[in-house]
């Protein structure tokens, strides 16, 4: 079998030397790799039994056109969110474009002019930045009257309580918490921690909506942000919980009254969530959700093989080798550009579709910097796939995550580092 494995290896444009040190690192994640199956384990059972008890049937499956009145598919499918997350109701829509779409579709239905958003975590991903206003944009939280305010985390990462209690004011109305790092260097927060800060604001104003931006982060753990008091759990069916078949999508999963709030402002006032077709998107949305948890678990082993590969070859990694998970993204700190786009390159080489092409850094909309992303993906920009993307700029980082399979997680990881090495960013004899 080994022999068999090396020639496939090979045929993929892999060294002998790059997969035998990937092998070796692999012996000693052994016990890391079954507690991420453990927790898929829960998972899977958890996603399976809120299916049963919401009597997901065959009839489920079937979608609706024009004004989708009574869609089946799409009521019990919020509840199933409703339940896995644990929340009073849900929104799962192919409507809900993206990610960004959710944010600040959550955002905009439950603030009001003359209100204060608060994030407590730092500054957010960088796409919120223009729905917020705090860089110059049509139609932002800011053009309405809305202002924001930030409490940076402290240097090691944890909350600045008293900065937060200084920071909250009468105008509060809204705290929105980021678990996953994004495009920054700081930890990923786990939901443990971030029920801690819901507890502490609770106790400056019990009624602020706490709303936390679950990107990359479902289903990594075996409890979720509305298990901890969050009012609203926000995310995309083009990461985890859609498991890589949504092909579109966004989830808000919370307090009743926000989620209405959110329909409301997604299709119209008076007609709220008793429109919105679910055409035919109904078996990717459910099978998706289904597969998320096993997805979810190949895709964080893919991170923690990346962090002990490249933080024994020197490269600063965030999170490190050792550290537990709270989201799939692993951040490799190359320190140059030509690093970021060797390593990019490699993850592309290793795709299923588009291995052919080269990934060169560009303009993206939304983003303030250069951005150079890998991702040969089955839907298009769907980081849930094997992708990587880092902005050209300092400290020069790379931001991996996904793989539908784990071997295609540790396939493209090895083909990153081949990638460095054929570059002459790492030599084989470096392989310790
Ligand atoms: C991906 C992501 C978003 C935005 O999602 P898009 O689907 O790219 O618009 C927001 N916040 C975090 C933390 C993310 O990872």
Redesign the pocket.
């Known amino acids: 079998m080994e022999e068999l494995l090396k020639e496939q290896y090979a045929k993929l444009g892999i060294s002998q030397a790059v997969l035998n040190y990937g092998n070796e690192i692999l012996v000693l994640l052994k016990e890391r790799f079954d507690r991420i199956d453990e927790i898929a384990e829960y998972n899977q059972l958890k996603v399976i039994h809120a299916m049963q008890e919401c009597r997901v049937g065959e009839a489920c499956l079937s979608g609706t056109t024009g004004y989708g009145y009574n869609d089946l598919g799409r009521d019990t499918l919020e509840k199933v969110y409703a339940k896995i997350f644990h929340a009073e109701d849900a929104l799962v829509r192919p409507q809900i474009t993206?990610?960004?779409?959710a944010?600040a579709l959550a955002l905009m239905s439950n603030l009001r002019p003359g209100d204060e958003l608060l994030s407590p975590v730092g500054k957010p991903?960088d796409?919120?930045e223009e729905v917020i206003g705090i860089r110059q944009s049509k139609g932002s939280l800011k053009e309405y009257g809305i202002t924001y305010k930030q409490v940076d985390l402290l240097p090691d990462g944890t909350f600045d309580y008293e900065a937060i209690r200084a920071a909250v004011n009468e105008k509060t109305k809204m705290v929105t918490i980021?678990?996953?790092k994004?495009y920054q260097t700081r930890p990923t927060l786990s939901t443990a921690q971030i029920g801690e800060l819901i507890r502490f604001i609770r106790g400056i104003r019990p009624d602020i909506i706490c709303m936390v931006?679950n990107?990359?982060g479902e289903f990594v753990e075996t409890i979720e942000p509305g298990d901890v008091g969050a009012d609203m759990t926000v995310g995309?069916l083009?990461?985890n919980p859609g498991g890589g078949l949504a092909p579109i999508g966004?989830y808000i999963a919370g307090r009743r009254d926000c989620v209405e709030n959110a329909a409301y402002r997604l299709t119209s006032p008076g007609l709220g969530k008793e429109v919105g077709a679910s055409l035919g998107v109904m078996p990717s949305f459910y099978q998706g959700l289904f597969l998320a948890p096993t997805v979810t678990a190949s895709a964080l082993k893919g991170a923690v093989f990346a962090a002990n590969l490249f933080e024994r070859l020197g490269f600063p990694v965030i999170p490190n080798s050792t550290e537990s998970r709270h989201d799939i993204i692993q951040a490799v700190t190359l320190g140059s550009p030509e690093g970021v786009i060797a390593f990019c390159q490699g993850i592309q080489a290793a795709a299923s579709v588009d291995s052919f092409v080269t990934p060169e850094p560009w303009d993206m909309p939304g983003y303030d910097s250069q951005v150079i992303m890998a991702a040969g993906a089955f839907v298009s920009g769907s980081?849930i796939e094997l992708s990587a993307d880092g902005p050209i700029a300092p400290p020069y980082a790379v931001y991996f995550q996904g793989g539908l399979t784990w071997p295609h997680a540790k396939l493209g990881i090895l083909k990153a580092l081949q990638s460095l090495v054929a570059k002459g960013i790492v030599a084989e004899k470096d392989f310790i």
């Open positions: 993206c990610g960004t779409h944010l991903y796409t919120l980021q678990r996953s994004g931006d990107c990359y995309s083009i990461k966004g980081s």
